[in-house]
């Protein structure tokens, strides 16, 4: 597991709760204490996922509404932020680190990038009547009602990027430096339950309102967001860090950068580990794109695959917590690994079979389940293998690698499907070759695991 002895003890069943004491750096809880944290961190995160959940669907209903191309949706919806999240991540995690403030060296930067998210919002809520306003007050010289919402909407939208990417980034960061790493698998199986929940109760009660109230939608998201993110950051607490040094503090721009790739770009663990992360959570994203072209194709109706869902839902709601305290056991790299051996001779399966609406429905539902597994079993994974006070830094360039694919893949795959005439069963064989390439990769990153000390004592190697 990869524990200190220390760490060992703070998990140990037969000292009662009362007296248990869980650590991380100077940080000390008591179990009441670690259950107040549990409860602002998934306070939280019920706010983040709110606006990670429903912004993406709701922005794409306006868009839809207003006569945008799918060229440009798609390239503000997905290439953008890829894009964003590429250059700023890096940036905002390799500062972060290094930074020191009576506040922490997270939560700063989350207060100032929340009500950007939030006010950025509110633009967007209203973009198509400021649009319209500004059709109206230029007059003769308007480029369009078209243009002019366009224009306002990627202003915000923009703005909004920008300020989810620092929040996603620093986030994850403040969960690895306030959360005791013996519990980190636990509570990423709570934050996996919380995020579901989130998803049942956009799709359920708001998803078929949201052509007509999208407005309020949108005002009301904001709202949460805002109050409910900045009110997390405010209870939570980070303990001291270790001075940074003077070098550090005063180095320039191309310093930092030349610093930033050969830490995190130079020794070759870390470039298998990034690697391995990259090409397993894109391993599902084949499938989970043209799933619904798929069950189109074979005549399945959206009210049975709106159920397949649901139902892989229901089941990674039951086992989210297991899984976490599996992953804290037996660590996440060997959940890793036994995810993705399953998910892959199910592609072949898939390949092969699921050419009807029984075949595929039986193989979707598999796939929701195991991926489902697969995130949340592997969520804390970074937490465990990164260096611990250069973590955003480095889960930034993990980011940068996905990020790339992410750019390239959705593309590449929709390019294969056009030139074999929409053969969507072909989602599962491009599933099954990363799934290949993730599980050699995680393959060399256990041998490089146990080199660095393995269970009993895995420190990362410095670069």
């Known amino acids: 597991m990869n524990f200190s002895a220390q760490e060992r003890k703070q998990s140990d069943r037969r000292i009662p709760l009362s007296e248990r004491r869980w650590e991380i750096g100077p940080l000390v809880?008591?179990?009441?204490?670690?259950?107040?944290?549990?409860?602002?961190?998934?306070?939280?995160?019920?706010?983040?996922?709110?606006?990670?959940?429903?912004?993406t669907p709701l922005v794409q209903l306006m868009l839809e509404g207003e006569g945008v191309s799918d060229t440009i949706v798609g390239f503000l919806v997905g290439s953008l932020p890829a894009a964003l999240g590429m250059f700023i991540a890096p940036v905002v995690g390799y500062r972060s680190d290094r930074f020191r403030s009576r506040l922490g060296r997270r939560i700063p930067f989350l207060l100032v990038s929340t009500p950007v998210a939030s006010a950025a919002m509110l633009g967007l809520a209203f973009a198509p009547a400021v649009g319209g306003w500004l059709h109206k007050m230029l007059g003769g010289n308007s480029p369009g009602l078209a243009l002019c919402f366009l224009a306002f909407f990627t202003v915000c939208w923009i703005s909004f990027e920008v300020a989810a990417v620092v929040g996603n980034t620093l986030f994850l960061a403040l969960i690895n430096d306030v959360v005791p790493r013996v519990m980190l698998g636990r509570f990423f199986g709570l934050f996996r339950v919380v995020s579901i929940v989130v998803g049942i109760l956009f799709n359920f009660f708001l998803m078929g309102k949201a052509e007509e109230h999208l407005c309020e939608i949108l005002i009301g998201l904001a709202v949460i967001y805002g109050t409910g993110f900045t009110?997390?950051?405010?209870?939570?607490?980070?303990?001291?860090?270790?001075?940074?040094?003077?070098?550090?503090?005063?180095?320039?721009?191309?310093?930092?950068?030349?610093?930033?790739?050969?830490?995190c770009f130079t020794h070759r663990y870390y470039l298998w580990l990034f690697g391995a992360l990259a090409f397993a959570n894109m391993a599902f994203t084949p499938v989970n794109i043209f799933s619904i072209f798929y069950a189109k194709s074979v005549?399945?109706?959206m009210g049975t695959y709106g159920k397949i869902l649901a139902g892989g839902f229901v089941v990674s709601l039951l086992t989210s917590y297991p899984i976490g305290s599996l992953a804290d056991r037996f660590h996440p790299l060997r959940i890793a690994l036994a995810a993705l051996l399953v998910y892959f001779p199910l592609c072949i399966w898939a390949v092969i079979w699921a050419r009807t609406s029984d075949t595929f429905a039986f193989g979707f539902a598999i796939h929701v389940i195991i991926s489902g597994i697969f995130f949340t079993g592997t969520a804390s994974l970074g937490q465990r293998l990164f260096p611990k006070e250069r973590f955003a830094q480095f889960a930034s360039a993990g980011q940068m690698i996905l990020g790339l694919l992410t750019m390239l893949l959705p593309p590449m795959t929709g390019l294969i499907l056009d030139m074999s005439g929409h053969a969507y069963q072909l989602t599962f064989l491009v599933g099954a070759i990363l799934c290949l390439l993730a599980v050699?990769?995680?393959?060399v990153v256990m041998k490089y695991f146990h080199r660095l000390g393995g269970d009993a004592a895995y420190h990362p190697p410095n670069t």
């Open 29 to 55: 809880y008591s179990f009441s204490g670690l259950v107040v944290l549990f409860g602002w961190l998934l306070f939280g995160d019920f706010a983040w996922n709110a606006r990670e959940r429903a912004i």
């Open 231 to 263: 009110l997390m950051c405010l209870r939570v607490k980070e303990g001291e860090y270790p001075p940074v040094s003077e070098t550090e503090t005063r180095e320039g721009f191309r310093v930092s950068v030349r610093r930033y790739f050969r830490e």
């Open 299 to 301: 005549d399945m109706g």
């Open 440 to 443: 050699a990769s995680f393959l």
